[in-house]
Antibody
Framework: QITLKESGPTLVKPTQTLTLTCTFSGFSLSTSGVGVGWIRQPPGKALEWLALIYWNDDKRYSPSLKSRLTITKDTSKNQVVLTMTNMDPVDTATYYC?????????????WGQGTLVTVSS | DIQMTQSPSSVSASVGDRVTITCRASQGISSWLAWYQQKPGKAPKLLIYAASSLQSGVPSRFSGSGSGTDFTLTISSLQPEDFATYYCQQANSFPLTFGQGTRLEIK
């Protein structure tokens, strides 16, 4: 059974850097084709993809946020870390990490429970 | 970027109804499309991948079809637990993009 769980601060101040950790089990991020992605959802709004890291350390970012995002993995710890710099109140959202299986069509399954991050002074 | 447009944005229906939600891509994405269901306060749940493949454990009343730019999600006979918001997502090219969501409400 694959599970993922996000952890990190629930409140950050504007201009600060957000660091979120996704800790997972039930799969290995060294398996060919596998990836872990980050997706966020502002309150009452739609889903927005942020970043994706593959088993081979290939990394992809949302172009609109690329300058602010860094995604890394620690295969031995079964963790993926997302950092987002220069946080702003518009970045207030629930942040999800999700497993991207080696098969299929680039879908995410399953997702973590999400963590709500509020940006406020 | 590939824009994903869902219609309708919201729909009211009754238990037992057949409901169809559409998703249109701004350019061809072959079958690189997934559908998710999200209930309030919960993470999205994968229903359909590769446009028409039913995820394991998902009831067979859910089905997906389409390729290229036009896709549909159909619920053949609505159950009370199906009232939720549904999203499509393309993975043909980066950046990955989601539709704006379709809220399925009880009539």
């Amino acid at each position: 059974q694959i599970t993922l769980k996000e952890s990190g601060p629930t409140l950050v101040k504007p201009t600060q850097t957000l660091t979120l950790t996704c800790t997972f089990s039930g799969f290995s991020l060294s398996t060919s084709g596998v990836g872990v992605g980050w997706i966020r959802q502002p309150p009452g709004k739609a889903l927005e993809w942020l970043a994706l890291i593959y088993w081979n350390d290939d990394k992809r970012y949302s172009p609109s946020l690329k300058s602010r995002l860094t995604i890394t993995k620690d295969t031995s710890k079964n963790q993926v870390v997302l950092t987002m710099t220069n946080m702003d109140p518009v970045d207030t959202a629930t942040y999800y990490c999700a497993h991207r299986p080696y098969y299929g069509s680039g879908q995410f399954d399953p997702w973590g429970q999400g963590t709500l991050v509020t940006v406020s002074s | 970027d590939i824009q994903m447009t869902q219609s309708p944005s919201s729909v009211s229906a009754s238990v037992g109804d057949r409901v169809t939600i559409t998703c249109r891509a701004s350019q061809g994405i072959s079958s690189w499309l997934a559908w998710y269901q999200q209930k309030p306060g919960k993470a999205p749940k994968l229903l359909i991948y590769a446009a028409s493949s039913l995820q394991s454990g998902v009831p067979s009343r859910f089905s997906g079809s389409g390729s290229g730019t036009d896709f549909t999600l159909t619920i053949s006979s609505l159950q009370p637990e199906d009232f939720a918001t549904y999203y499509c997502q393309q993975a043909n090219s980066f950046p990955l993009t989601f539709g704006q969501g379709t809220r399925l409400e009880i009539k």
